[in-house]
C-alpha cells in the first residue's frame, strides 16, 4: 500500500539513487506511516534528468502528494520542478549557476558513481 505523501530526493550532478543523503533519508523514514522517500539514478543530461523527474512526479501526483528535497544540481532541477508543477520543496546545498559549472567542464566526463561517459557541450549548459 502506498503511503500518502511521497519525497522524491533529487540527488547532485555525477551521483546515484543510492547517495548517502538519499540512503539517510530513506532510512530514517522507513517506518513513517504517512511518508515514504523515493530516489532515482538521474540521466545525465539536464532536459533528460527533467523529463525523467517529470514523468515520475505527474504518475504520482494522481495518487499521493509529492515532495521534492534535492541536493546541489539536484536543488536546482528541485526549484524548477517545484515552481514548474506547483510542489514544495526542500534544498541541501542547491547549485546556483549550474551552468557555470558545466561551462567549466566542457567535453567527455565520466559519472564515476554508474561509469557513463556522456558530453557536456553548449545545448547541455543552455
Same mark, same amino acid.
Given at each position: ?15 546515484? *539513487?543510492? =547517495?548517502?543523503? =538519499?540512503?539517510?533519508? #530513506?532510512? +530514517? &523514514? ?5 511518508? @515514504?522517500? &523515493? ?9 533528460? *534528468?527533467?523529463?525523467?523527474?517529470? +514523468? #515520475? /512526479?505527474?504518475? +504520482? ?7 521534492? /528535497? ?7 532541477? *528541485?526549484?524548477? &520542478? =517545484? @515552481? ?5 520543496? =526542500? ?6 549557476? *549550474?551552468?557555470? /559549472?558545466? @561551462? ?15 558530453? /557536456?557541450?553548449? @545545448?547541455? #549548459?543552455?
Amino acid at each position: 500500500m502506498k503511503k500518502p505523501n511521497l519525497i522524491i530526493y533529487v540527488h547532485g550532478w555525477n551521483s546515484h *539513487a543510492k =547517495a548517502r543523503k =538519499a540512503e539517510l533519508l #530513506i532510512s +530514517e &523514514l522507513k517506518d513513517n506511516n504517512n511518508y @515514504e522517500v &523515493l530516489s532515482v539514478t538521474l540521466k545525465s543530461h539536464p532536459r533528460e *534528468a527533467i523529463k525523467q523527474l517529470t +514523468e #515520475i /512526479i505527474e504518475l +504520482e501526483k494522481k495518487s499521493r502528494k509529492v515532495y521534492l /528535497i534535492g541536493s546541489s544540481l539536484g536543488g536546482y532541477y *528541485a526549484v524548477y &520542478l =517545484a @515552481e514548474s508543477l506547483d510542489l514544495k520543496v =526542500a534544498m541541501v546545498n542547491p547549485a546556483v549557476w *549550474a551552468y557555470k /559549472i558545466f @561551462e567549466n567542464d566542457r567535453g567527455e566526463n565520466l559519472n564515476p558513481n554508474t561509469n557513463e561517459k556522456y558530453v /557536456i557541450d553548449q @545545448e547541455w #549548459i543552455d
